[in-house]
């Protein structure tokens, strides 16, 4: 479980990003958090990959603090970021980025690099510079880098459904929902209800930094799941 227990989130002495933040998350759920622009969702999203420091307040992980755990050993956190987080270098230099710090050696990392470039249609861009790509190819690389691993426990996806086409749209779609499994806990943020409301069972309103409502989704998404 997550659970976050009066967190705030300030960036200046006068302004809270997030304030007040009380919500428990069961391990496995899928939870969108939805808001306007400038409500806190990347902020929100941001404190669990541990990528700001809060505020006050606590957020734990199966009652361990979170700042206590070590991402690199404890615990499997994938952060897909609207403006993609890449090395200035070739697509397969990412890959292989990823490979190295967990220790795979170079005969094994040649090969799961050719299996990820061809699943994520991206072999014709392997040595091109990732700045050099389309969003799209970078939003699919986010993926081929993570797909290398072979656990997620926890998946941070903020809005990488925007600014596509429809087709890419609809791909970038399918290839999150395989990665929302069963036993991976979700965070999906977005400005549009519809979309989080057909991925998620928990609904988290955001409104200036705070959560304004919760909505359980649960029935509908098992009613979904039943007819696939």
């Not at 009066?6 to 933040?21: C, D, P, Q, S, T």
């Not at 969702?41 to 070590?70: C, H, M, Q, W």
Request: hydrophobic share 40%; with cysteine; glycine share 4%.
């Amino acid at each position: 479980m997550i659970e976050f227990c009066n967190v705030k989130l300030g960036y200046i002495k006068e302004f809270y990003a997030l304030y007040n933040l009380n919500l428990k998350v069961s391990n496995g759920e899928k939870v969108a958090i939805v808001g306007e622009q400038d409500a806190g969702k990347t902020s929100f999203l941001r404190l669990l990959a541990k990528l700001e420091k809060i505020t006050s307040g606590d957020i734990y992980y199966n009652d361990v603090p979170l700042e206590s755990i070590d991402y690199s050993k404890d615990l499997s956190v994938a952060y897909l970021a609207y403006k993609p987080i890449l090395l200035n270098a070739s697509v397969r230099k990412n890959l292989e980025y990823v490979l190295k710090i967990r220790k795979v050696n170079k005969e094994d990392r040649n090969k799961i690099i050719d299996k990820a470039l061809e699943d994520f249609a991206l072999t014709t861009v392997k040595d091109i510079k990732v700045k050099k790509i389309s969003l799209y190819q970078q939003r699919l690389l986010q993926f081929a880098m993570i797909s290398v691993r072979p656990k997620i426990d926890l998946l941070l996806v903020d809005d990488i459904l925007n600014g596509l086409n429809d087709n890419e749209h609809q791909t970038i779609r399918e290839i999150l929902q395989s990665f929302m499994k069963k036993d991976t806990t979700t965070f999906y943020a977005t400005g549009d209800i519809n979309e989080a409301k057909n991925l998620c069972e928990k609904i988290v309103y955001l409104k200036l930094g705070a959560i304004d409502n919760i909505e359980n989704n649960k029935l509908k998404i098992s009613k979904l799941e039943a007819k696939l």
